[in-house]
């Protein structure tokens, strides 16, 4: 049985006042019956881990480097994340391979870099419109699904997030039918790489303008263990009915 999870990324946003939203979620869900992970910007991690020692409340990073440590100015190891409390970190977001040209293969070494810091790996992939209108989508997902996922993954370290880049920050969201193809879709894969043991325990998340009024709907699609939610996680009013949501759903 996967235990559902509700992640926020609040992606670039938040100074040290929004702790007072992790604080805020922490006196809501102080018996979550799901997992919660907030993943505030790398400058708030420490600060949000020490605010939620003992609760359900978990904090990741949105991206770590491929190396341990050395000469690679601004970056952050997998191992600094989670010297300073994180358990999980996001990988692979769209946003970050457009931004950062980040490529699968990179995706991937990152990943096996959390996993043996002892991170869980959120590894995001999603199409883009074009992709999508010209009936790519699963093409695109399978791509993304053998070049950025690793063999050392197990359903405890890995976590894996369905994106549409067209969904993100647009109020547009997929069709449940098409939601539950891509994940259908993502299950099925997983079951033939790593075999129905590991492939049936990764938790499949659905991301891309997630919001309290379509959560209830979302998460009534198969192969939907959750969701990873941007601008919805910024404020606790916002996201607390999706983590109900997704309580209701079990
Ligand atoms: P929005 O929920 O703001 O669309 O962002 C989704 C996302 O990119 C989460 O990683």
Not at 76 to 95: K, N, P, R, W, Y
Request: proline residues 4%; negative net charge; hydrophobic residues 45%.
């Amino acid at each position: 049985m996967r235990r559902k999870l509700a992640a926020g990324n609040w992606k670039m946003n938040g100074l040290s006042a929004a702790l007072s939203e992790v604080e805020a979620l922490k006196a809501a869900h102080p018996a979550a019956l799901v997992d919660i992970l907030i993943c505030p910007p790398a400058t708030l991690v420490s600060s949000a881990a020490q605010a939620t020692p003992g609760s359900p409340i978990a904090i990741g990073g949105q991206d770590c480097h491929q190396n341990q440590n050395g000469a690679h100015t601004g970056d952050l190891s997998a191992q600094m994340f989670a010297d300073c409390g994180a358990t999980a970190v996001i990988l692979g977001h769209s946003e970050r391979r457009e931004d950062h040209e980040e490529s699968s293969e990179i995706v991937r070494a990152k990943a096996r870099a959390a996993h043996a810091a002892g991170l869980v790996s959120v590894i995001c992939m999603g199409e883009s419109l074009a992709q999508r209108e010209a009936a790519n989508t699963l093409d695109i997902i399978a791509g993304q699904l053998s070049a950025s996922i690793p063999d050392d993954c197990t359903g405890e370290n890995l976590v894996i997030a369905y994106e549409p880049i067209w969904a993100i920050g647009t109020g547009l969201v997929p069709s449940l039918d098409q939601i539950g193809e891509v994940h259908d879709f993502i299950r099925a894969r997983l079951e033939r790489r790593f075999g129905a043991g590991v492939g049936r325990s990764v938790r499949l998340l659905y991301g891309g303008s997630v919001k309290p009024d379509n959560a209830a709907d979302i998460f009534r699609v198969s192969n939907v263990d959750g969701a990873l939610v941007g601008g919805a996680s910024l404020k606790q009013g916002d996201f607390t009915p999706i983590i109900r949501a997704l309580e209701d759903s079990i």
